[in-house]
Nanobody, 118 residues
Framework: QVQLVESGGGLVSAGRSLRLSCTAS????????MGWYRQAPGKQRELVAA?????????ADSVKGRFTISRDSAKNTVTVFLQMNSLKPEDTAVYYC??????????WGRGTQVTVSS
């Protein structure tokens, strides 16, 4: 089993920054990739950014140049960070952490609300 614990959401004004973190613990030794998705009201969940165990990152076009994903691996945990700069009202959503494994299994965090006021 894998546990994902997210933190860092909140309410900010447009143009400000937030940093999200997600720590995975448990059976993470075959971790393949971790990432952040978001879901705004009435919209489908979409990929924001993801990073592989090898460190390769990819981003949604809408956040390129503003968001940066990074990871930190410890003995029994992996933490993924999403640094979000120059936030826009359209970035408002619930952000979900996702972890994928070589077995094909994947896990979701509970989500953290990000609200950007104009």
């Amino acid at each position: 089993q894998v546990q994902l614990v997210e933190s860092g959401g909140g309410l900010v004004s447009a143009g400000r920054s937030l940093r999200l973190s997600c720590t995975a613990s448990g059976s993470i030794f075959r971790f393949n990739a971790m990432g952040w998705y978001r879901q705004a009201p009435g919209k489908q969940r979409e990929l924001v950014a993801a990073i592989t165990s090898g460190g390769s990152a990819n981003y949604a076009d809408s956040v390129k140049g503003r968001f940066t994903i990074s990871r930190d691996s410890a003995k029994n945990t992996v933490t993924v960070f999403l640094q979000m700069n120059s936030l826009k009202p359209e970035d408002t959503a619930v952000y979900y952490c996702n972890a994928q494994f070589l077995s094909g299994s994947y896990y979701w965090g509970r989500g953290t609300q990000v609200t950007v006021s104009s």
